[in-house]
Structure formats: structure tokens, C-alpha cells
């Protein structure tokens, strides 16, 4: 991918407001796209209490209700110039635990609000948006040129986040996560 191509996909581009400058989003134009990545998260960060979360279900309604939750917590902690990217990843992040949990449903494991959920952490400089799963199966980054018709809204999560990954959380299935920095 050529630094030109680079340069279109969607990235963050707003004013933090109270830096009253340009986000620095140069180290994203890079040619080359990052893979997710794995990280061992300890394994009481799921249920942190400095996280807001919610249980999810497997209904369409989901991804409105992670999103709104998402937009009024980020906006909540003054950072509402991250809510835009946010709200996108967790609509991403939320559309595909739907779809794992359904392929784990039809597998004949149970799927329950202690395996599909949502959490927002805020840490000092960052926050991080992170959706539980059933599934242990990775996320797959596809390239930009594939032909097919859906697969492509980790390009998205790849290019608004600073950095994404999974984590694997014990007999839960996994975390999919990105962090977006702010100041």
C-alpha cells in the first residue's frame, strides 16, 4: 500500500479541544498497516470497576445501545472529541461479537451477559474500548484490496484507533480492544 492510500482511510483528524491543536496523526500514515495484537491482559481487567460497561444481546439493538453508551461516557469525561471514533469502533467491535456469539450459539454453547459485553476504561492518556466475544477465534485484518463484500470494518477500527488488538479473557472467550490516546 503506497503512503497515498494511506492517507484515505478515515482517520482522526478533529481539534482535541483542550490541546486547541490538531491531533498528531502521523504515525498512522505509515505504508505499512498494522496487525492486531495479541495481548495478555490480567485477568481481573475484564471486571475492573474504574470500567463502564454493559451487558450485550444478540438483537440487532446492540450496537445502538454500546454506541450511546460509548458517545455519553466519553462526553461524560470530557473527551468528547474522541466519541466520534469511538462510537464507530464499538459499532464494529459490537456488529462482529454479534456474529460470533450467533456462530457459538448454533454450536450449542451457551452465550450469556458474562460472554458479550461492552467496556470503556479511561487511563491516564488514553481509553480503551474493548467488546467481549464467546468466541476464541482471532480477529482478522483483511487487506485493502479484497473483493469481498463485508470484512472490511477492521480497516476502519486499524485507521481510527491508535492501537488495536484481542486479548484472550478465561472461559469467557476473547476482548477485541482498541485504545485512542488523548491528552
Known amino acids: 500500500m503506497s503512503l497515498n492510500q494511506a492517507v484515505d482511510l478515515p482517520t482522526r483528524k478533529r481539534v482535541a479541544l483542550a490541546m486547541h491543536e490538531p491531533l498528531d ?34 438483537g440487532p439493538q446492540s450496537a445502538r445501545v454500546a454506541r450511546r453508551l460509548t458517545r455519553n461516557t466519553l462526553r461524560d469525561w470530557g473527551l468528547g472529541s474522541l466519541a466520534e471514533d469511538a462510537e464507530t469502533i464499538v459499532g464494529e467491535f459490537v456488529a462482529n461479537a454479534v456474529t460470533h456469539a450467533a456462530d457459538v450459539a448454533a454450536e450449542g454453547r451457551r452465550v450469556g451477559p458474562d460472554n458479550l459485553g461492552l467496556r470503556l476504561l479511561r487511563r491516564t492518556g488514553e481509553v480503551i474500548c474493548a467488546v467481549l466475544d464467546p468466541s476464541d477465534v482471532a480477529p482478522v485484518l483483511k487487506t485493502t484490496g479484497s473483493i469481498e463484500e463485508s470484512g472490511r470494518g477492521l480497516q476502519m477500527v486499524d485507521a481510527l484507533s491508535d492501537v488495536w488488538g484481542w486479548s484472550p479473557v478465561a472461559g469467557r472467550g476473547k476482548a477485541v480492544w482498541a485504545i485512542l490516546f488523548c491528552a
Request: glycine share 2%.
Open 25 to 58: 496523526i502521523t504515525a498512522r500514515l505509515t505504508p505499512v498497516r498494522r496487525r492486531p495484537r495479541v495481548v495478555r491482559m490480567p485477568a481481573d481487567w475484564w471486571d475492573s470497576p474504574a470500567a463502564i460497561g454493559c451487558p450485550l444481546t444478540r
